[in-house]
């Protein structure tokens, strides 16, 4: 999937809020030197990261040039940025950290207990491993946009995030003081148009890249009809969009 860094920057607030809570959980633990940003992208999360551990060299780490172009471009302090593919390369960084970062990022990663596992190799002693993650095969979005993929012949994406029991059984093999928690945000919106424009950023790239332009403004027509009467107009005319996250914080 090919991703744009400027249509997911859009709602770079938005999308930090859950980057902010899961730094709070982990801010006070031992001092951390070393980080990697697992799924870097724009760099949003890794900028978080400088600010609040401000003498930690931070590697961020992303399979998308465009993402690590706009990363780079930051000029980030004590931060490099290095083209990875994690589902088979995450071990030739061959380097060691004392906390492993992941920002929406590990749902794309289909074989989840062989990433836990290199993760944990990646960590010194006592390394933290942190993540948060979109429930996005139970929210309503993601439900009507598969619904609307069959009638246009798109396979439906396969969401390879697990829920917390099947997280904790893996976690417990690699992992010790475990916590795990979900919050689920309610981002205020202008309009639908706003809930289409922030997938556009994530969930809905791979059913677009898949139709050529013609179809893409049908497929988006369509969609906005079968998602009206889930997302009505507030008071005022915003839109709230329910976004599920679930949490999780491991030390090895």
Same mark, same amino acid.
């Given at each position: ?46 900028? $978080? @990261? %400088?600010?609040? +551990? /401000?003498?930690? &060299? *931070? ?110 059984? $893996? @976690? %417990?093999?690699? +992992? /010790?003081?475990? &916590? *795990? ?72």
């Amino acid at each position: 999937m090919q991703w744009d860094a400027t249509q997911y920057l859009k709602f770079e607030k938005e999308r930090n809020l859950a980057v902010f809570d899961l730094i709070d959980k982990i801010k006070n633990q031992n001092e951390i030197c070393t980080i990697l940003d697992l799924g870097c992208g724009p760099a949003n999360s890794t900028q $978080i @990261l %400088q600010d609040s +551990f /401000k003498n930690a &060299q *931070i590697l961020g780490i992303d399979n998308s040039l465009n993402m690590l172009k706009k990363a780079k471009s930051k000029n980030l302090k004590n931060c490099n940025f290095f083209q990875c593919d994690v589902n088979c390369e995450l071990l030739e960084l061959q380097e060691k950290f004392d906390l492993v970062f992941a920002n929406a990022s590990i749902h794309w990663i289909e074989n989840q207990n062989k990433l836990f596992k290199e993760i944990a190799e990646l960590l010194n002693e006592n390394g933290v491993f942190a993540a948060q993650l979109p429930l996005g095969e139970s929210s309503i979005f993601h439900q009507e946009l598969a619904k609307l993929a069959q009638k246009y012949g798109l396979n439906s994406r396969v969401f390879y995030a697990l829920n917390a029991y099947k997280y904790y059984d $893996i @976690l %417990q093999n690699y +992992f /010790k003081e475990i &916590q *795990i928690w979900q919050s689920t945000y309610y981002h205020i919106l202008e309009s639908l148009d706003e809930v289409i424009e922030w997938y556009k950023g994530s969930g809905l790239r791979p059913y677009l890249e898949k139709l050529d332009e013609s179809l893409q403004t049908n497929f988006i027509k369509e969609l906005k009809e079968q998602l009206a009467p889930f997302f009505p107009p507030q008071k005022d005319n915003s839109v709230l969009l329910p976004m599920p996250r679930l949490f999780f914080v491991a030390r090895s």
